[in-house]
């Protein structure tokens, strides 16, 4: 039977109704590994297999004192019996403090499936149930999906369409300089799904045709071997820094693309003004730039002569975005690929996200395809994504947001479904600390992670091999039956059946399900997707589930806001942005008066970085970057993560110049520490990582020893017990977790077990 998921397409082997194995597909080029061992997590000890009620909120304890969350033993009860208390619970929160105290924002990836997705279906619920707070952007790039529509204008994710493909990029580009490097590793994932793994052999064509990358990382990892990639090892989040000093050797030199700059931009004077110094007295010179990255003011110049002088692509990925002042790289990118001359050219220019997710570079789009319908929220007010923390500890307190004044709410219920926020928010003791605040956290989740353990009730629920539904992801051109392999584990449900009792209890059954079953839903979003297409465009129903996947016809946009079309007649094919063109300057941002984000790119020291004051107590710098062996959290606990794990904990990589220095061998757990908190890790020695940094993946599931202390050591190593919960800058309130500072020491006392797996004390039901 076939298996879609973020990671890929697979075939599940059932015997009697037992799942035994699942094996990549055979026209798979390059199949994920995580795919196998999801097999281990299926049944494992972790499963959450009844609904579970916290202890001390049943008892109706006071729910906004002492730090129980985290800790409590949990009492299972009925489904009958959990449904009463969650329905009720949301009609008192509801009449007490009004729709807008229900947090319904519940970021996370979730499953593929366009019928079973869990927001989609969280959302509609509480649309239909009189609204909720939602949050706005993503913990993935939301500096960049917040600069960019000021800078090149058009939805925050447009860029996806108007940035080169590998193909065109191997026809005719000659110079690939990518800022965060081109990560193969990420390109195993794609958001919703994908037939096949296309990334690798299209790099391997770019390369095959004689394009030169350049990979500009802390990690040497960050490109693979078969690019011969040139490593430019900068200190991290310097990459403006190196930016400006690219352009302002262009600038100097007189290299830079003035008739495009002239033609298709505005406020390059300003910002040039600035480039060399007019108003502070400091050119961003080779010199300067040298001085802030650590790379060579030979190897800056070099970069400013080949941008000029070859077709060129600058790429930057979403890690240098996901930083203090992460608007900056991500704006002077767009600035300096415009001076260096490819703008716009077929293959080269500018683009974001290479190799981030398969489909990133690969294609452009697919037609749409039918999912869950939204319903309108009824209420308006939302927070910035990562600004859950603040909302919780600080309601009624007004933040900025892109122009805007936004007042934090005071929120009384939070329901999460489809996300794991003790895995992907910033200090995770902080949030912590905030989670004790509201009078109840809601969650669905089909293993006891660290957010189902700091939950008031858990409902546990069905995961994407155990139901129904069907796949179309990111710009991939297939529809994939996702056929349920095997019965729900325990007592777990389908999130909608969830939703359907609960909307049931609370009187808008109907709405909700447009009385349709499951089954029905599956078939009709199919059935709709089909006649937006013309029927003939896909089979039928009954013939596309035994035949397990569809091809969607090509994509042919329209896709506006073409760089290529800017170039070619600027008046004609204008930008969505306020001058129509490239926003160098900014006259909207500089309006804001922000003195973290001005009018044009910058350079902002970030608050915690190798130059700064704090890197005496805290020398490393930590890149906590996504996982190569699962996605996020999710299955950590499957076969392919464990096996990567060092006694247990979750592997750091270090220069083994600092590892010496330490005295850490390989093989050996160290402790990982800071100010804010403290992890256990297993140390990897290697010189892909630049002296002076750090590399911890994030997802492994957070193992406090003493959930309500903050700053408790974590057994297992999240990066998120050490980094900062502090905004990108007051324009996108974005998460900024890779700007931290950590000293890492041998760890020398008695080793812990690790209880990330371990499901909490169950109470069975009485
Ligand atoms: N330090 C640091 N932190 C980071 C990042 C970083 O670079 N550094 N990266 C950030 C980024 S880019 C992202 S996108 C986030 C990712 O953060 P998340 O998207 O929250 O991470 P996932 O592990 O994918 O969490 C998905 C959860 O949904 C559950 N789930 C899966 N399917 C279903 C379903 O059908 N129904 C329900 N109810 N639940 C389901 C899974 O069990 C899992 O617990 O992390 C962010 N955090
Ligand atoms: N296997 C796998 N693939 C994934 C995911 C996953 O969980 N697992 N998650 C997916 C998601 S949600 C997202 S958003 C994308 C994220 O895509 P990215 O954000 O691009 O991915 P990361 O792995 O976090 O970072 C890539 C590299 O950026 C480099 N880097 C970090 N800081 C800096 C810096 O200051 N300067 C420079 N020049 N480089 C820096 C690091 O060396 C790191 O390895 O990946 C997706 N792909
Ligand atoms: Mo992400």
Known sequence: ????????????????????????RRDD???????????VAADDSARVLRPAVRRGWLNGEPRARGAARGSDAFVEVSWDRAITLVSDELRRVRSQHGDGAVFGGSYGWASAGRFHHAQGQLHRFLALGGGYTDSRNTYSTAALEVILPHVIGGHPWSYQTRMPLWDEVAENCELVVAFGGLALKNSRVNPGGLARHRTRDLQRRCREAG???VNISPLRSDTAGFLDAEWLPLVPNTDTAAMLGVAHTMLVNGWHDEDFLRRCCVGFDRFAAYLVGELDGTPKDAAWAAG???????????????????????????????????????WMSVVLAAMAGSMGRPGCGWGAGHATMDATGVARGRPSVATIP?????????????RIADALLHPGEVIDYDGRRLTLPELRLIYWCGGNPFHHHQDLHRLARAWQVPDTVVVHEAWWNTTAKFADIVLPVATGLERDDFAAGFADPHLLAMP????????????????????ARLGFEREFTESRSEADWVRHLYERTRAQLGDAALPGFD??????????????????????????DPRRFPLPTPSGRIEVFSAEIDSFGYDDCAGHPKWFEPAEWLRAGLADRFPLHLISNQPAARLHSQYDNGGHSLGTKIRGREPVTINPSDAAARGIGSGMVVRVHNDRGSCLAGAVLSDDVMPGVVQLSTGAWWDPVQPGLSGTLDRHGNPNALTADRPCSRLSQGPSALSALVEVEPYDGPLPDVLAFTPPDLVPPG
Do not use: C
């Open 1 to 24: 039977m076939s298996v879609a998921t973020h990671w890929g397409s697979f075939t599940a082997v059932v015997d009697s109704g037992r799942l035994v194995r699942i094996e990549p």
């Open 29 to 39: 080029p390059a199949p994920s590994p995580i795919g196998p061992g999801m097999v």
């Open 211 to 213: 394009v030169r990358f």
């Open 292 to 330: 802030i990255t650590g790379a060579g003011r030979d190897a800056i110049t070099d970069l400013a002569r080949r941008l000029t002088t070859h077709r060129s692509l600058i790429t930057v990925n979403y890690a240098v975005q996901r930083a203090d002042h992460g608007e900056q790289p991500i």
């Open 374 to 386: 939204e319903v309108p929220n009824p209420v308006p007010g939302f927070i910035p994504v990562a």
């Open 484 to 503: 349920k392999v095997r019965e729900p584990a325990g007592e777990s449900r389908t999130d909608h059946r969830v939703f359907a009792a609960l909307a």
């Open 543 to 568: 013939d596309f589930w035994r035949a397990s996947t569809a091809e969607l016809p090509a994509s042919t946009g329209p896709f506006p806001g073409s760089f290529e079309a800017l170039r070619s």
